[in-house]
């Protein structure tokens, strides 16, 4: 499929006769125009496709955009949802009282001195029953104080564990109080 | 008045005016390029709708890349190529060309006639990128687009084409010395 090389030369172009294009022109126009019923009906045809195609677009598009209000508005409600869920200033309370409860020494501070504060008193007030018996009377008042931490009625080396846990957790949150 | 473009995107949205505007600005150039194809009244007739109701269908969401006849004039081709088949399965280019109307007066019936002639012995190729050139008034780049080729080979073709005609004692009279 090979042409022959030859450059179209628009020199030649120049020189050619505008009667060539006028003749062309005529050698090759219909001898019968378009019938006025031929665009009527390519018109009728194109109005109601239009129409109809427009109209399919402008609802599509009233679909889609209620289908994402509608999915905005589900997501909206379960985010809402969650965040009261979420016991946001609950936690920061509770944290307080359990903060509160393990602050032995009250400086306002939960770390590893409160541990050791209520080691020492563990470690001295009851040498016989390492656990601090309910009804002792430095049971009692230790409990008055709130060192019971895990609330099982007794002042010992589990309430220091749950102290020290406290203060280190506390401290991995930056701390609360 | 409104570029192709403009009335494509009224078109797009939806606007029945805007195609009316379209098929106006190129139902002419449809006809006679069907007319040329098919050399029958009722194909080029039916290759005119066919084509208008193919713009149609690309709509919404058509975009012009390149110039109108560009875009139309391969679908116009196909499609009159397609029902000359299907109508009238052995027509040549050739017999079409026989069947160009008489032309007015001795004269031009005479210059045309031998025009005619020498058209009818140009290859095909050659002979649709001279028309395309001279009737459509297409640049060769839209020629080169319109019939997806090399703007070399459109260069090739229509020079082959005029020398041919220039050389030819019945067509000389078309170039100016």
């Known amino acids: 499929m090979t042409e022959k090389k030859g450059h179209f030369d628009e020199d030649l172009d120049l020189r050619i006769s505008p009667k060539l294009s006028a003749d062309l022109n005529t050698l090759f126009k219909p001898q019968f125009s378009v019938p006025s019923e031929l665009d009527r009906a390519i018109m009728d045809q194109a109005n109601r496709r239009l129409v109809q195609r427009h109209w399919r677009h402008r609802v599509f598009r009233h679909i889609s955009i209620w289908r994402i209000a509608a999915a905005a508005a589900v997501i909206i409600f379960a985010f809402s949802l969650n965040l009261t869920q979420k016991p946001g200033p609950t936690t920061t309370s509770s944290f307080i009282v359990e903060a509160q409860a393990v602050d032995i020494d009250r400086n306002g501070r939960v770390d590893i001195l409160d541990a050791f504060k209520l080691a020492r008193y563990v470690e001295s007030a009851d040498l016989t029953d390492k656990n601090l018996s309910p009804v002792s009377s430095t049971g009692q008042a230790l409990r008055k104080q709130g060192w019971d931490i895990n609330g099982d009625g007794l002042v010992n080396r589990n309430d220091v564990d749950s102290v020290a846990l406290a203060a280190v957790r506390l401290d991995k949150n930056k701390g609360v109080l | ?177």
């Open chain 2, 1 to 177: 008045m409104d570029s192709d473009q403009e009335l494509i995107e009224l078109v797009n949205k939806g606007d029945p005016d805007a195609f009316e505007a379209l098929y106006r600005r190129y139902r002419d150039w449809v006809y006679h390029l069907a007319w040329r194809f098919t050399g029958n009244q009722q194909d080029a007739l039916d290759v005119l709708q066919e084509t208008f109701t193919y713009l149609l269908g690309k709509f919404p969401g058509f975009s012009l890349t390149a110039s109108m006849t560009t875009f139309l004039y391969p679908v116009v081709r196909h499609i009159s190529l397609t029902i000359r088949s299907k109508n009238r399965p052995f027509t040549t280019d050739e017999e079409i060309l026989g069947e160009l109307p008489a032309p007015a007066s001795k004269e031009t019936q005479s210059s045309r006639s031998e025009l005619a002639a020498v058209l009818a012995v140009l290859p095909d190729e050659q002979r649709e990128v001279l028309l395309m050139r001279f009737v459509d008034d297409m640049t060769l780049q839209e020629i080169a687009t319109a019939l997806n080729i090399p703007i070399g080979t459109v260069k090739s073709r229509l020079h082959h084409a005029l020398q041919r005609l220039r050389h030819d004692r019945r067509t000389r009279d078309y170039f100016l010395e």
